[in-house]
């Protein structure tokens, strides 16, 4: 790997892959809409995922790209924005990444089949229908670009992502808003859900394995330790000397709040507190099975503790 173009180096997962490159000494070209990337010494190449011309002057001699960037909100005002840079700017970058040795493509655990009871793999049945809201739903049919890109013979390979925590999430990501929200003391209470949680770091070098051993055409979970989301919080406390949550709140109630939030949002185009999608997300665990990756790309995720601990001091440096 000589040159690397990197998509969405100033967002989270994207600015620790970036990093890794660089490390490693691979020679990073970022592409942003927003200027140069904090705190890194890479090229940076002004662009976006909707005009295809700047992809292609982005990519021109990279030999691997990895495309991170994407539209992550749990809500949006315009869902046809979200589209046009989550699906057609997938067909864009790949497009225009056409002649590059390997292309990662960064999806979501979000697009991986999720039963209520089961612990989900790369291979348990899913379809479009299962997708709820706007974010899942692009990046099921983006994911759905890659494939059909690979199947064409482009050497493209997908990781999927579990609920990376860590620093340097700086808009931040929902879950970064989740541990934001309890250092600033703003969740009495949680309601009983799961997901996998993943230290930033090993998705990154999930990244780099996936370019190295993945299989095109194949996903890869790239997760650590399945939580619930009371066990997750009591972990923060404890690495952040603050107390957890003891209340509880019914499933119902949550999904009230956020379709009265949501609502509002709706009318006002204002943000919602409590966004609809994201409590339709914790009706099941979305627990995983990330096996796969340690199988075929030699991945092994840590536990998640050091990985909160050093998102609970960046978050804190920032306030």
Request: net charge positive; charged share 20%.
């Given at each position: 790997?000589?040159?690397?173009?990197?998509?969405?180096?100033?967002?989270?997962?994207?600015?620790?892959?970036?990093?890794?490159?660089?490390?490693?000494?691979?020679?990073?070209?970022?592409?942003?809409?927003?200027?140069?990337?904090?705190?890194?010494d890479v090229e940076?190449?002004?662009?976006?995922?909707?005009?295809?011309?700047?992809?292609?002057?982005?990519?021109?001699?990279?030999?691997?790209?990895?495309?991170?960037?994407?539209?992550?909100?749990?809500?949006?005002?315009?869902?046809?924005?979200?589209?046009?840079?989550?699906?057609?700017?997938?067909?864009?970058?790949?497009?225009?990444?056409?002649h590059a040795s390997?292309?990662?493509?960064?999806?979501?655990?979000?697009?991986?089949?999720?039963?209520?009871?089961?612990?989900?793999?790369?291979?348990?049945?899913?379809?479009?229908?299962?997708?709820?809201?706007?974010?899942?739903?692009?990046?099921?049919?983006?994911?759905?670009?890659?494939?059909?890109?690979?199947?064409?013979?482009?050497?493209?390979?997908?990781?999927?992502?579990?609920?990376?925590?860590?620093?340097?999430?700086?808009?931040?990501?929902?879950?970064?808003?989740?541990?934001?929200?309890?250092?600033?003391?703003?969740?009495?209470?949680?309601?009983?859900?799961?997901?996998?949680?993943?230290?930033?770091?090993?998705?990154?070098?999930?990244?780099?394995?996936?370019?190295?051993?993945?299989?095109?055409?194949?996903?890869?979970?790239?997760?650590?330790?399945?939580?619930?989301?009371?066990?997750?919080?009591?972990?923060?406390?404890?690495?952040?000397?603050?107390?957890?949550?003891?209340?509880?709140?019914?499933?119902?109630l949550a999904y009230?709040?956020?379709?009265?939030?949501?609502?509002?949002?709706?009318?006002?185009?204002?943000?919602?507190?409590?966004?609809?999608?994201?409590?339709?997300?914790?009706?099941?665990?979305?627990?995983?099975?990330?096996?796969?990756?340690?199988?075929?790309?030699?991945?092994?995720?840590?536990?998640?503790?050091?990985?909160?601990?050093?998102?609970?001091?960046?978050?804190?440096?920032?306030?």
């Amino acid at each position: 790997m000589k040159t690397a173009l990197v998509t969405g180096a100033t967002g989270f997962v994207g600015w620790h892959v970036a990093k890794l490159l660089h490390q490693r000494g691979v020679k990073v070209r970022a592409l942003s809409r927003s200027g140069p990337v904090p705190e890194l010494d890479v090229e940076t190449v002004a662009g976006d995922l909707r005009d295809p011309a700047s992809l292609a002057h982005a990519a021109s001699g990279c030999d691997h790209v990895f495309h991170v960037a994407a539209d992550y909100r749990l809500w949006t005002a315009d869902p046809a924005a979200m589209h046009a840079s989550n699906v057609e700017g997938t067909r864009n970058l790949i497009t225009a990444a056409r002649h590059a040795s390997r292309i990662v493509y960064c999806s979501t655990v979000g697009t991986i089949g999720m039963r209520r009871g089961i612990i989900a793999d790369e291979d348990s049945p899913v379809s479009l229908a299962a997708m709820k809201g706007h974010y899942k739903r692009t990046k099921f049919l983006a994911e759905q670009v890659a494939l059909a890109a690979a199947r064409e013979g482009l050497p493209v390979v997908i990781v999927n992502p579990t609920t990376p925590v860590g620093d340097h999430d700086f808009k931040p990501t929902p879950t970064g808003k989740v541990i934001g929200d309890f250092l600033g003391g703003r969740i009495p209470a949680y309601i009983d859900t799961g997901l996998n949680y993943v230290d930033v770091s090993d998705v990154a070098l999930g990244h780099l394995l996936a370019a190295t051993h993945g299989r095109p055409g194949q996903r890869y979970i790239l997760g650590a330790e399945n939580l619930s989301l009371k066990q997750m919080l009591d972990r923060l406390a404890a690495v952040s000397g603050l107390s957890s949550p003891r209340l509880r709140i019914p499933y119902a109630l949550a999904y009230t709040a956020a379709a009265v939030s949501t609502l509002w949002g709706n009318l006002t185009r204002t943000h919602p507190g409590i966004p609809l999608d994201g409590v339709r997300y914790a009706q099941i665990r979305m627990w995983v099975d990330h096996h796969k990756a340690v199988r075929e790309l030699g991945y092994q995720p840590q536990p998640v503790d050091a990985a909160l601990a050093r998102a609970v001091d960046w978050f804190r440096s920032r306030s």
